[in-house]
């Protein structure tokens, strides 16, 4: 996205929220940015990726949260303005860095991008990141639109250095994917020659030093309660003779404005911007004459609890609508329908009549499905023949190969979090005698799924350890990582080795395959689950995607002639290209790619690239 380095101040275009908040590392003078590829934060390095070296500074793709958290705050410490990204539960894998960094704090500004995922569009859980900023004592800001986005990053930066602390910049899934007119503010040289001084009472994070690092950090929070006051991201929206006074912030605020002013009721709203520390004051000078408060906030009553207590002192008579009213649930996101169901039960307004929802349809279920040509496919099918209908233990991991859960796949019985398929693989192998298997990508081998396995290897365990290379990070968007030999900045790297890492680790049984080859795939895990031990198997296949990128198939037909409507294709392989009709199967030729995986598995060689007519 060239574009975003345009240095035109006042210039006015539509961009993603995560092109914004690029934008505003830009206009902040960026020196460091570093991620993990996570939803719905990705494009925020998709974006850094194309245009850093172009920019000036540096940025990476870390092997997780926990590292970019460590490498940008180490630019921060060394006087270089610093920025890590990444997704909800992706501040859990970074926390254990960030709640101590919040004691040493920054030299340079340094912002923190958690971007949360209400009704988990493409996450495990939909966790309020919100009450990270309390357990850290962390300065927390919440925009509502990408132009705003952008503004709180710029800003963000110039916090973070005036109280020497990370800053927390608070999305979500409606933020980040948005599009929304963004005016460009000047762009700022970014300063990337940074130079550590020592200060080991301050960075060493030892208990004498943290003992009063701890006291520092309460007193820089102090302050921050002045400038949250004075903040230009929260303001009030007033009205004469409100009916009903509204506090909201985030993607909450949007939906809320935009029910009062279509239907012009009225509501008195109070916008906050800076969320933690809370403006006290403007809150007080907000309820205190009001008779009735709504609280709009998604997820956890975070802001709700607050102000309750506030409310106990500043105005004890004031009705207080929300979550622990019932007016509104903890679950998923809202939209201006669910704000209005709340509005009806409060005010003379009338609701429109229920929406129509996708259940009140016909429609036939779309789940989301592995693509046609997925190496991923071809391994599960061969797990499951190696097993030869004996019962196994799945236990899966975080990625495109989640996806099979599905029928008629079903390779999927237990998941956590990123890594976790192999520590539960170890916990299974140690308490039933069942056959188990671990699955994880190359990706996320490189973010957490090494020490698990040092740690099963130590431990004896015994399970089979699936990790599935299809040489990119291919659910977020195919970011590269360790293993695929290219930087986020786009330079040549060394490639880790997967098989030499698992070598050093102490493995003996470590096989490479083609899953392209299902026939040697299927022999390959037959002799892993022999092994005594830790055996691991790497399905080694590029992502279909990126395969049709290079190369265009011819796609595979059906010989009706020679099909004995087994359904072997359809019943155990599943993919999606394979249409059954009834007893018939066909091939949509628009769907298939043409790897040939579904003629390796019909066994009367019925699937054929050319047909004879």
């Not at 916090?159 to 608070?170: A, D, G, Q, Y």
């Not at 996101?333 to 349809?361: T, V």
């Not at 299809?470 to 790297?493: C, E, F, I, L």
Request: proline share 6%.
């Amino acid at each position: 996205m060239k574009e975003l380095l345009d240095d035109e101040p006042g210039k006015e275009i539509l961009l993603l929220g995560n092109e914004a908040i690029v934008r505003g590392a830009l206009e902040a003078g960026i020196g460091h940015g570093s991620t993990y590829p996570g939803t719905p934060s990705s494009e925020i390095g998709n974006t850094l990726e194309k245009i850093a070296k172009d920019y000036g500074m540096y940025f990476e793709y870390s092997a997780n949260e926990k590292v970019a958290m460590e490498t940008a705050a180490a630019a921060a410490a060394s006087g270089v303005r610093a920025m890590a990204w990444m997704k909800h539960v992706g501040v859990n894998v970074a926390s254990d860095a960030l709640m101590t960094l919040m004691y040493s704090g920054v030299k340079a500004g340094m912002v923190i991008v958690a971007a949360g995922d209400p009704s988990m569009h493409s996450s495990q859980n939909e966790q309020d990141t919100r009450f990270y900023s309390l357990l850290g004592n962390i300065p927390m800001l919440e925009p509502t639109t990408p132009h705003e986005a952008k503004e709180m990053v710029k800003y963000g930066f110039d916090l973070s250095e005036k109280l020497e602390l990370p800053v927390l910049i608070r999305t979500t899934t409606r933020v980040n994917h948005a599009r929304g007119v963004v005016t460009f503010g000047e762009i700022k040289e970014p300063d990337g020659d940074g130079y550590f001084e020592k200060d080991p009472a301050r960075f060493v994070a030892v208990p004498q030093n943290s003992v009063k690092n701890h006291p520092r950090l309460l007193k820089q929070m102090d302050i921050a309660e002045k400038i949250t006051e004075e903040s230009e991201f929260t303001y009030p929206q007033e009205v004469e003779n409100a009916e009903l006074h509204v506090i909201s912030s985030g993607a909450g605020f949007n939906y809320i404005k935009e029910v009062k002013e279509e239907d012009d009721l009225p509501i008195s709203i109070l916008k906050l911007g800076m969320t933690n520390p809370l403006p006290v004051e403007k809150i007080r000078d907000f309820i205190e004459e009001a008779e009735r408060l709504l609280v709009v906030e998604e997820l956890e009553p975070f802001l709700e609890e607050k102000v309750t207590a506030l409310a106990k002192d500043v105005n004890p008579d004031l009705e207080i609508y929300g979550k622990n009213s019932g007016h509104f649930s903890r679950l998923y996101e809202y939209d201006p329908d669910r704000i209005k169901e709340a509005l009806s039960d409060l005010m003379d307004f009338e609701k429109e009549e229920e929406p129509l929802q996708a259940e009140d349809y016909a429609l036939p279920a779309r789940p989301p499905s592995l693509c046609p040509g997925c190496p991923h496919r071809a391994t599960y099918y061969a797990v499951k023949k190696a097993l030869g209908g004996e019962e196994g233990v799945f236990s899966s991991d975080i990625g495109c190969y989640t996806l099979g859960v599905q029928d008629p796949l079903n390779t999927t019985d237990y998941l956590l979090c990123m890594g976790s398929s192999v520590g539960a693989a170890g916990g299974f192998s140690k308490n039933t005698d069942q056959q188990v298997f671990a699955f994880l990508g190359d990706s996320t081998f490189f973010h957490s799924g090494l020490p698990a396995l040092v740690s099963g290897f130590y431990n004896q365990h015994d399970f089979v350890y699936v990790i599935m290379d299809n040489r990119t990070t291919a659910m977020t968007g195919h970011q590269p990582h360790p293993g695929t030999g290219k930087t986020g900045m786009g330079d040549p790297a060394p490639m880790a080795s997967i098989e030499d890492l698992a070598k050093g680790a102490g493995i003996e049984f470590v096989e490479t395959v083609d899953p392209y080859d299902i026939e040697k795939t299927i022999d390959v895990f037959e002799r892993a689950m022999e092994h005594d031990g830790i055996s691991v198997v790497v399905p080694k296949h590029p992502c279909a995607l990126i395969e049709q990128r290079e190369e265009a198939w011819a796609p595979y037909q059906v010989d009706l002639e020679e099909c004995k409507q087994c359904h072997i294709c359809t019943n155990q392989f599943g993919c999606i290209a394979l249409v059954r009709e009834g007893d018939k199967v066909t091939i949509n030729e628009t769907l298939c790619i043409g790897c040939g995986q579904c003629a390796q598995v019909c066994p009367f060689d019925a699937i054929k690239q050319e047909v004879e007519e």
